[in-house]
Structures are given as C-alpha cells and as structure tokens.
Nanobody, 127 residues
Framework: QVQLVESGGGLVQAGGSLRLSCAAS????????MGWFRQAPGKEREFVAA????????YYPDSVKGRFTISRDNAKNTVYLQMNSLKPADTAVYYC????????????????????WGQGAQVTVSS
C-alpha cells in the first residue's frame, strides 16, 4: 500500500506561483509513474501532469502546458508540481496519484489508471 501526502497548497494571487510536493511512503518509488490531477467544486477530476518512473517523460494538457512543471526526486520519494502564472481557473483541490509501472517508462493521463491517491491540497488563486 502506497501512502501519498501532498503539501504546499495555499492562497496566491493571479500571476503568482506555488510548488506542490507529494511524498510517498513506498521504498520502490522509482517503479511508480506519478500524476497530478485537480478537481474544482462541481467539476470532474481533471488531468494536470504526469511523469514517468525515471522522470524522463512528462505529460501535460494544453491548459497548463508552459505554466506547470512536474518533476521528481526518486532519492527523496517525492514528486513536485511547480505552478507558475497561476489563474483563478486553476483553483481546485490538487491530488497526486501513483501507478506501478514496470514494463515501460511512460505515464498515464487518465485518473482511472492510477491505483493510489493522496488526500489532496487546496490551491486557491484570487483575481
């Protein structure tokens, strides 16, 4: 069982930056692809970013491409989401997720493909 704990959320003005962290309890963290998703009130969970187990491949939707950067430090069992040029539309609860991936160095972009989830971190962007 992988436990994921997000941190770094908060309130920021439009145009500002935040960095989310997600610490994993799993010693074999480097065998997991990781993803970030978000959910705003009344909306479905939305893909934000994903990274392969080595960190060599990253994925973003158009809505955050060029503004958000996902990275990981396998020595620290941690994945990060750097968010720049934040907009009020980015306001949501942000979740990190993990999927055991042994046969390829890729990551999925669908929430249903992930097996473990953190509790979420609130990000609020004021206009």
């Amino acid at each position: 069982q992988v436990q994921l704990v997000e941190s770094g959320g908060g309130l920021v003005q439009a145009g500002g930056s935040l960095r989310l962290s997600c610490a994993a309890s799993e010693r074999t963290f480097s065998t997991y692809a990781m993803g970030w998703f978000r959910q705003a009130p009344g909306k479905e969970r939305e893909f934000v970013a994903a990274i392969s187990r080595s960190g060599g491949n990253t994925y973003y939707p158009d809505s955050v491409k060029g503004r958000f950067t996902i990275s990981r430090d396998n020595a620290k069992n941690t994945v990060y989401l750097q968010m720049n040029s934040l907009k009020p539309a980015d306001t949501a609860v942000y979740y990190c997720a993990a999927r055991r991936t042994l046969l390829s160095d890729t990551a999925r972009t669908e929430a249903d493909d992930y097996d473990y989830w953190g509790q979420g971190a609130q990000v609020t962007v004021s206009s």
